[in-house]
């Protein structure tokens, strides 16, 4: 089955850091454009970040601009999200899923993964 698998939450403290993981299972991501995103109980899933795998282009959302960094490792065929300065509201079970652009609409995305809980509390 072709899908993401994330990985690196955790419970941390508020003003700390976590770094997600994110890898393709039987694929690459040549192509592709790779987001992040994120869903509170009760609340919609919205998008965190994304990052184009071919030049590197990056967006992230207005919420976590400055304090949420995406990044790709070609040689491990990982995408990476360190978060720093994480606040109670940053606390969501975190996913990734591909696309042919950052811009594409969330039902475009595919390879969803199950997830990693991300808890920001003191």
């Known amino acids: 089955q072709l899908q993401f698998v994330e990985s690196g939450g955790g419970l941390v403290q508020p003003g700390g850091s976590l770094r997600l993981s994110c890898a393709p299972s039987g694929f690459i991501l040549d192509y592709y454009a790779i987001g992040w995103f994120r869903q509170a109980p009760g609340k919609e899933r919205e998008g965190v970040s994304c990052i184009y795998w071919s030049g590197g282009s990056t967006s992230y959302a207005d919420s976590v601009k400055g304090r949420f960094t995406i990044s790709r490792d070609g040689a491990k065929n990982t995408v990476y999200l360190q978060m720093n300065s994480l606040k109670p509201e940053d606390t969501a079970v975190y996913s990734c899923?591909?696309?042919?652009?950052?811009?594409?609409?969330?039902?475009?995305?595919?390879?969803w993964g199950q997830g990693t809980q991300v808890t920001v509390s003191s």
């Open positions: 899923a591909a696309a042919r652009s950052c811009r594409d609409y969330q039902n475009s995305y595919r390879y």
